[in-house]
């Protein structure tokens, strides 16, 4: 009696797992109002040329400028919000460029031009649900940022400066968020700075507070 009672405990087990690996995703809808906090890793692409930077030298008189790039930087960012409902957010962030780098060789000498930039954003954010955990996102607002950059002598004349710029541009962009759980997303977003090609790619978490 005893072995019957523990074989049919065993078969309720297994079905109970087998259902369980069976059953339709659990859906986590967000709660519809409510502050959030996140952070992104990913990449930024500045929409500088090699002909802009060749241009540049040959204005200062330089000859035979040849220039290499390397146009893209470790960005990263931290983020937070406020949801008013499950479609409209305002999101505020601090974003971290990273660092980008030309190497222009020119006759009788050769030279580094690096540039890091550091800003804030403000948008509206908008999001339409297509299904429980997926949802798209569109933003647009404005990012006031500054610009560091250092250029000096590998070899040849020394020419050697510091500059620092800063401004504020439109910012738009578009991703997608997945509901991990009822207070955690992963995001995934594209960012573009108007007046030029520079994008902004990143990949990060989200949460609910």
Known sequence: MLGKKKQVARNALGAALILAFTAAPVAFAADEKGWY???SLGQYKDDTSKD???AAF???GATNPS???DDTGDAWKLFGGYQFTKNWAVEFAYVDFGKVSADTTVTGGRYKIESTA???SLAGVGTAMVSDNLGLFGKLGVLSYEVD???STVSGTAVNFNVSDSDTKALYGAGLKYNLTKQMSLRAEWEQIE???DKLITIGIQYKL
């Open 37 to 39: 906090m996140g952070a």
């Open 52 to 54: 802009e930077i060749d």
């Open 58 to 60: 040959k204005a200062a």
């Open 67 to 69: 220039t290499t790039l």
């Open 118 to 120: 550091k800003g804030w």
């Open 149 to 151: 950059g250092k250029l």
């Open 195 to 197: 007046g030029g090609d």
